[in-house]
């Protein structure tokens, strides 16, 4: 029994023993790849809305806010500008399309002493004030993105409000009502125009960005304001 015992024992060592060779004898495993996890593509699909704030520059023909009745006169209406913005846009591929409105409050105003000619007639000279109390534009945007930039060009309707008035008239009398006698202020009212402009944005944060615009706004009936926009911006945008 105890030599029956001996031999399971030597047999059982000897295919243990074989086996840990055979094992030894066996090719190693390939090694797995390192796969990089993949870079996430900056998306700007999704609602999104902003402050924004800046200084315009340009042009106002002060008289013609008044009416058809005054000839030309013009001058530099500077100041500075800010407010609000809403917008959406849905990217595919590297195209990015969107509509956005805004409406700023801004303070520009400007000033010019020249001759006035009311009706056709020349009626004397005078300091002709206008001033720039707000600028609203609804626009589409269409822009490239790459990573996390974005480059766009934008167009659309442009809303002004701005007021003239005249002081210090020489050889006339404003405001009397009397023929040849032009009204001393114009209408405060609201003046359709067109806006258009390009632009940079940078998305900070899968939420949050900033960008940095030119707008043009030309508005009132043959482009009584001319107005160039320099803003800078940041944008909080909610995913769909």
């Known amino acids: 029994m105890k030599r029956l015992a001996g031999a399971v024992a030597t047999i059982a060592f000897a295919v243990f023993t074989y086996g840990l060779g055979n094992a030894a004898d066996l090719p190693l495993a390939p090694p797995v790849p390192y796969v990089p996890a993949p870079t996430?593509?900056?998306?700007?699909?999704?609602?999104?809305?902003?402050?924004?704030?800046?200084?315009?520059?340009?042009?106002?023909?002060?008289?013609?806010?008044?009416?058809?009745?005054?000839?030309?006169?013009?001058?530099?209406?500077?100041?500075?500008?800010?407010?609000?913005?809403?917008g959406a846009q849905i990217q595919s591929g590297h195209t990015v399309?969107?509509?956005?409105?805004?409406?700023?409050?801004?303070?520009?105003?400007?000033?010019?002493?020249?001759p006035v000619a009311f009706n056709g007639f020349q009626i004397g000279t005078a300091t002709l004030s206008s001033s720039l109390s707000s600028v609203s534009t609804l626009r589409t945007r269409v822009g490239y993105a790459y990573e996390n930039w974005l480059f766009y060009g934008t167009g659309g309707l442009a809303v002004t409000n701005e007021t003239s008035t005249l002081t210090g008239p020489v050889g006339f009398v404003c405001g009397t009502g009397a023929?040849?006698?032009?009204?001393?202020?114009?209408?405060?009212?609201?003046?359709?125009?067109?806006?258009?402009?390009?632009?940079?944005?940078?998305?900070?944060?899968?939420?949050?960005?900033?960008?940095?615009?030119?707008?043009?706004?030309?508005?009132?009936?043959?482009?009584?304001l001319k107005e160039n926009m320099l803003r800078a911006g940041v944008n909080w945008r909610f995913g769909m």
């Open 40 to 86: 996430p593509v900056y998306n700007w699909t999704g609602i999104y809305v902003g402050v924004n704030g800046g200084y315009g520059f340009g042009q106002q023909t002060p008289g013609s806010l008044f009416g058809d009745s005054f000839s030309a006169f013009n001058y530099n209406a500077n100041g500075w500008l800010g407010g609000g913005t809403v």
């Open 97 to 114: 399309i969107g509509l956005e409105g805004d409406i700023d409050w801004a303070r520009i105003n400007a000033s010019g002493t020249g």
């Open 179 to 224: 023929a040849g006698s032009p009204p001393c202020s114009s209408p405060t009212s609201l003046h359709l125009g067109l806006a258009a402009g390009a632009g940079v944005e940078y998305g900070i944060t899968p939420n949050l960005s900033a960008k940095g615009e030119w707008i043009w706004v030309g508005a009132g009936a043959g482009n009584t």
